[in-house]
């Protein structure tokens, strides 16, 4: 599966964005989807995760609330609906597919986009 995360930029506190991520290759509804984060010195964090019928979601406590996420399976495409952002979610967001049954860690992920910036302003 190649993957191509877009719609970074930048914000200021308390507004939105919309992150994308196109699928191709493989059959997208083979595998259950994530979006993850890295921010500069951290380590790449779980944010939010998809089955891959989207019947199931789950989110990183720090974005509950806040973020979306979604998927169409006629589009191929996952999406990270982001609301209420803070400066702490400053980071370069990742999308990955994985078949793995935990979705939280990143070690499981087989195929990752190439992220994009998210820089949210005080």
């Known amino acids: 599966v190649q993957l191509q995360a877009s719609g970074g930029g930048l914000v200021q506190a308390g507004g939105s964005l919309n992150l994308s991520c196109a699928a191709s290759g493989r059959t997208f509804t083979l595998y259950d989807m994530g979006w993850f984060r890295q921010a500069p010195g951290k380590e790449r964090e779980f944010v939010a995760g998809?089955?891959?019928?989207?019947?199931?979601?789950d989110y990183a406590d720090s974005v509950k609330g806040r973020f979306t996420i979604l998927r169409d399976n006629v589009k191929n495409t996952v999406y990270l609906q982001m609301n209420s952002l803070e400066p702490e979610d400053t980071a370069v967001y990742y999308c990955?597919?994985?078949?793995?049954?935990?979705?939280?860690?990143?070690?499981?992920?087989?195929?990752w986009g190439q992220g994009t910036q998210v820089t949210v302003s005080s």
């Open positions: 990955g597919a994985t078949r793995h049954f935990s979705l939280y860690y990143s070690q499981n992920y087989e195929y």
């Open positions: 998809i089955s891959r019928s989207a019947g199931s979601t």
